[in-house]
């Protein structure tokens, strides 16, 4: 029984080496093993604002110029463990680039985003 703290500090925010000014806790309940942010920062994600803060600016062709190339890499790393017609579920999906290209295995895909739920 019991909480774990995994980590204790500074998250990012927004930008590759933006960081919050509030300290977070990643913490892990031992019976379950469910990991969780303390505390959750509240965000809205489709606000412009926030946008801009992640991808410098608040554009759809910006957002997958800044993130194709890292999801291909990905899909390619997990390619050999993907199947035909399987379901594959990505936490944190953006903007479901990592999704669209499982699509091309006539997998099934769900998509989660902290606002939220994606089915195809």
Known sequence: MGTKILYQGKIRDGQFGNFTDEIYKICEEIDTGLIYLEPFPEIDYTDDKYRESVNGENSVANYYKLHEENQLKLFT??????????????????????????KSLDCSTIGVEPNFLFFS
Request: charged content about 20%; aromatic content about 12%.
């Open 77 to 102: 790393r997990l390619y050999p463990y993907l199947k035909r017609n399987q379901s594959v579920a990505d936490i944190g999906c953006g903007g479901g680039i990592f999704l669209d290209l499982a």
